[in-house]
């Protein structure tokens, strides 16, 4: 896979973000993941060596809050931003070019592993089926028995839905949720309920 950021460009995009205001190593890190829907997440390895190259050129300077650094952008900084507007322009452009490929990459493999997890299912659907029919009294299993276990998966679905919706809502409210990631989502659901449909009917 080609690099997210051309060379150099990761540079100029920190000094970019760090213009909206001061921000501990983490938040640079979250807040580039959110720039790409949650396709990309930089290491911490990747981003600090570039924020301390930052500090030395004094285009960035840091300030301790308790155990974390927080990162300001400087006067210096913001000269060098201004003059490179026309250089963060291409990389904006470029940033959606690689939101749209990793996005079409995350697509690919979701349905690749959900072809696989279906066949898993299906293969072990028709081992329980086969190795009920061998079972003396399967066929007189009580019901009790069938409610539970639909109570059991109706009780797995709602949580799942639960959880998942919180986890949305916060996404959201953190101004991170784009057409890419809901795009992803709903793929996800989509191969998910194919899966669990193919299981279903087997």
Do not use: W
Not at 36 to 41: L, N, Q, S
Not at 122 to 141: D, F, L, V
């Amino acid at each position: 896979m080609p690099p997210v950021f051309a060379h150099g460009a990761l540079r100029l995009y920190l000094l970019a973000l760090l213009e909206e205001g001061p921000k501990h190593g983490y938040d640079v890190i979250r807040d580039l993941s959110g720039r790409f829907g949650g396709t990309y997440c930089p290491s911490a390895g990747t981003v600090y060596p570039r924020l301390a190259k930052l500090e030395e050129e004094a285009l960035v300077r840091t300030t301790s809050d308790g155990r974390r650094t927080i990162y300001s952008i400087t006067d210096a900084g913001l000269a060098e931003l201004e003059r490179r507007r026309d250089e963060l322009q291409a990389v904006e452009e470029d940033i959606s070019a690689s939101i749209r490929r990793l996005a079409d990459e995350l697509r690919s493999d979701i349905q690749a592993n959900m072809k696989g997890l279906r066949a898993d299912l299906a293969a072990t659907a028709e081992a329980a089926r086969k190795g009920s029919h061998r079972m003396p009294g399967a066929s007189t299993r009580p019901q009790a028995s069938t409610h539970r276990l639909l109570k059991e998966a109706e009780m797995m679905l709602q949580s799942f839905r639960d959880d998942v919706r919180v986890e949305l809502r916060d996404f959201a409210g953190r101004g991170a949720l784009d057409e890419i990631t809901a795009e992803t989502v709903r793929t996800v659901l989509d191969q998910a309920k194919i899966a669990i449909q193919a299981t279903l009917k087997g």
